[in-house]
């Protein structure tokens, strides 16, 4: 049996974290990569790999090229690479990508919309 998909979580790696004590509500862009640790409420709209943490709750809008799930997501995705869903994620709302990943023991409740690549 493979090996399941492990999450980068060498955090000096990721340019951007939100920890976890963090709560935050607005509009977040960004152009390279994006840990959210703690919650976050609102729109998110980045030309980079967003990952959301095991820890995290992420209600929000979202655009990126990559977004990884490792937390939970109340709302839509739109990916223009790649959704990564990995075990114990939890990711209510649409996602709109031209490839997915939903590993097993995700929880994922909305439509998928496989598109081409931009």
Same mark, same amino acid.
């Given at each position: 049996?493979?090996? %399941?998909? $492990?999450?980068?979580?060498?955090?000096?790696?990721? *340019? @951007?974290?939100? +920890?976890?004590?963090?709560?935050?509500?607005?509009?977040?862009?960004? #152009?390279? =990569?994006?840990?959210?640790? /703690?919650?976050? $409420?609102?729109?998110?709209? +980045?030309?980079?790999?967003?990952?959301?943490?095991? $820890?995290? @709750?992420?209600?929000?809008?979202?655009?990126? *090229?990559?977004? =990884?799930?490792?937390? @939970?997501?109340?709302?839509?995705?739109?990916?223009?690479? #790649?959704?990564?869903?990995?075990?114990?994620?939890?990711?209510? /709302?649409?996602?709109? @990508? %031209? *490839?997915?990943?939903?590993?097993?023991?995700?929880?994922?409740?909305?439509?998928?919309?496989?598109? #081409? %690549?931009?």
């Amino acid at each position: 049996m493979a090996e %399941p998909k $492990e999450l980068v979580e060498d955090e000096n790696k990721i *340019d @951007t974290v939100i +920890a976890d004590d963090i709560n935050f509500r607005g509009t977040l862009k960004f #152009k390279n =990569s994006l840990k959210i640790k /703690g919650t976050f $409420e609102g729109k998110i709209q +980045a030309d980079g790999h967003l990952i959301i943490g095991r $820890e995290a @709750t992420v209600s929000a809008d979202i655009r990126t *090229d990559v977004t =990884s799930v490792s937390g @939970t997501i109340n709302g839509k995705i739109r990916a223009s690479k #790649k959704v990564e869903l990995f075990d114990k994620s939890s990711t209510a /709302g649409d996602i709109v @990508t %031209p *490839d997915i990943y939903i590993e097993s023991g995700s929880i994922f409740n909305g439509t998928c919309i496989m598109e #081409k %690549p931009e």
